[in-house]
């Protein structure tokens, strides 16, 4: 029986590695101090751990709290979520950006009882967070996929903004991934939420379609931070801060790069056959009663290939997540 696979999380990948290099000091009030800057937005909350870990063991004391190393992650407003992990991350020298999840329906105004419970859930959150956590509002209401209603939107932003400005005074507030539509923009700031935000997201799109909602949104909102929420990470890690630094030359003052969640080790090879790479090494038994060294080669042949396929085997990882992430197998003995 082959040993449980376990799976190894090193935060010494280079993605985090050269976000941690963008980080130079505590964000600050009007505008981000990193040119560019960077972060990753977690597909699985239960990485949160692992990264908080890897992020102490990269920078090693070197980031202050706070930092502009930005850590993005999902919040159910249904009374699950825990907030524990931000203190932690600002502890460690990074920037909590908590995307609080609403799934109150439309229209709003007649849901207020659904909404309000939702808004007490996120002032709970918001209310044990440090102070500077970016706190992003983002609306999916249950079992719609229609467009984003900038009208709706704005409604819920407003009433959100103050209900988590009033629990953490210098928490700041985002918008969730808007459409890179200068017509949608122009229709959400016509809301008049412009006094509510510190930052804006744009979902990611076609270069030609960001320039254009960077350019209405400076404006509608000059001097507001735009992120990109989020971005794939790249093949090449090293591509990661080539593509920030390209972003910043588009007016994106962030971008988020998405780390997809963990994909689960495949099945454990349950039979033996000659080209097998995950299994013990079996020398095959000689024909009965053959000497002839034709048959004694093919067998020495055989074992050889197996031996190096199961040494192949022995360290054999798993990358994911565009090499940010691996899975490992436990070393294996050879068996004779």
Known sequence: MLPPMKRTLSLAFPLLLLLVAFATGPVGAASLPCQPCGGIRLADPAELENTIGAIG??????????????????????????????????GAGATPWMTLVFRTPAPLTQNLDALQAELGAAAKIVAA??????????????????????AQYGFLLKRAAVVLTGASPEGKVATGPLPADPAFLSAFYAEEIAAYLEAVALAPAAPEQIAAAVAKLDELDPGRPVVLDAS???????????????NVTHGLALTLFAVPAATPPEPAATSVTAGSAAVRSIEPVPPPLTKRSGAIA???????????????????????????????????????
């Open 57 to 90: 063991n990269i920078a090693a004391g070197t980031l202050e709290p706070g930092s502009p190393l930005f850590v993005a992650w999902d919040l159910p407003l249904d009374g699950s979520a825990d907030p524990s992990p931000a203190a932690e991350l600002f």
């Open 129 to 150: 967070a440090p102070a500077g956590t970016y706190f992003q509002i983002a609306w999916r209401p249950t079992g719609v996929t229609a467009a984003l209603d900038p």
């Open 232 to 246: 794939a990470a790249p093949a090449e890690p090293g591509a990661v801060l080539v593509e920030a630094a390209r």
């Open 298 to 336: 093919r067998t020495a042949a055989t074992i050889s290939a197996r031996r190096r396929a199961s040494s192949r085997a022995d360290s054999a990882c798993i990358s994911v997540g565009s090499g940010i992430f691996s899975i490992c197998a436990e070393p294996m003995e050879v068996v004779a």
